[in-house]
């Protein structure tokens, strides 16, 4: 932590500032992605329009429907974009505050963050989401068409991907915990029943209520589980052994 102090109008002046250049990147990345929100939105439909049966296509029900569902793509478009500017910006503005120790924790915390929310929502895109649609349209019968609409499945596919990325940050989360020293790697293990209960519930709580959906949330969370065990034997916190305790006692004693 630095020792010069600022004063208190000094850190709100620096963060407008922040703000500002924050904000002013999100913009470029919309002005950027709204060149090219339909070629986006149609990369985030792919696995619909693999789905559909023959001739079949998205809509849109209202006259301004389609244009401001190319203008929220073009948003989260700009903001995916811009994410690493303002991440930057954040670590600027509370780096001088940290501890050189909790310097050296941040950067490898917020790699694997990020690491860990694009595979997440890798796997939506490419596994669950294909697997989920195919399901969910198999209803569709002769006097049935699946004929959905460009803002519900905006809407449906972003919260969906978004759940995944978040859930994948589950090892993060743990990992934490276990270099912090609430949990460890045996106590993870021993817990591992109750553990995939909950995952499944979760699971239950956070997808549409079909059963397909919920296994395909439920499954790359137990193997996570599985791979925060690991990561917490080899980066929790080190708890030393009654053997270790001894010999320090008996070398003071001498």
């Known amino acids: 932590m630095d020792e010069k102090k600022l004063p208190l109008t000094a ?16 913009g470029i990345g919309f002005v950027v ?6 070629t986006l939105f149609n990369i985030l439909a792919k696995p619909l329009f693999k ?9 849109f029900t209202s006259v301004a429907e389609a244009f401001f569902t190319y203008m929220k793509v073009a948003f989260i478009g700009g903001l995916i974009l811009a994410s ?14 940290l501890y050189r120790h909790e310097k050296r924790y941040v950067i490898p ?8 929310f694009l595979l997440g929502i890798l796997f939506g895109y490419f596994i669950a989401l294909p697997i989920g649609f195919k399901f969910l349209l198999s209803y569709a019968a002769d006097l049935i068409k699946p004929m959905p609409s460009m803002k519900e499945y905006l809407s449906f596919s972003i919260k969906f991907l978004l759940a995944f990325g978040l859930v994948f940050e589950f090892p993060v989360i743990l990992v934490i915990l276990a270099r912090i020293g609430i949990i460890d ?4 293990a021993r817990q591992r029943k109750y553990a995939i209960l909950l995952i499944f519930i979760f699971a239950a709580v956070i997808t549409p209520p079909d059963l397909i959906s919920q296994v395909i949330m439920a499954v790359p969370l137990m193997g996570l589980y599985e791979l925060s065990i690991l990561l917490a ?6 708890t ?14 001498k």
Do not use: N
């Not at 690493?84 to 505050?97: C, D, R």
């Not at 790697?185 to 993870?188: E, H, L, P, Y």
């Not at 030393?240 to 004693?253: L, V």
């Open 11 to 26: 850190h709100l002046q620096e963060l407008r500032t922040r703000l500002i250049a924050s904000f002013i990147a999100i």
């Open 33 to 38: 992605c709204y060149t090219f929100s339909q």
């Open 51 to 59: 789905i559909l049966p023959q001739g079949g296509s998205l809509i």
């Open 84 to 97: 690493p500017f303002v991440l930057y910006q954040i670590w600027a503005f509370v780096a001088p505050g």
């Open 109 to 116: 915390l917020l790699l694997g963050g990020s690491f860990f």
């Open 185 to 188: 790697a045996k106590m993870m």
């Open 233 to 238: 034997k080899v980066f929790g916190k080190k």
């Open 240 to 253: 030393k052994t009654s053997s270790e305790i001894d010999s320090k006692e008996g070398i003071k004693k």
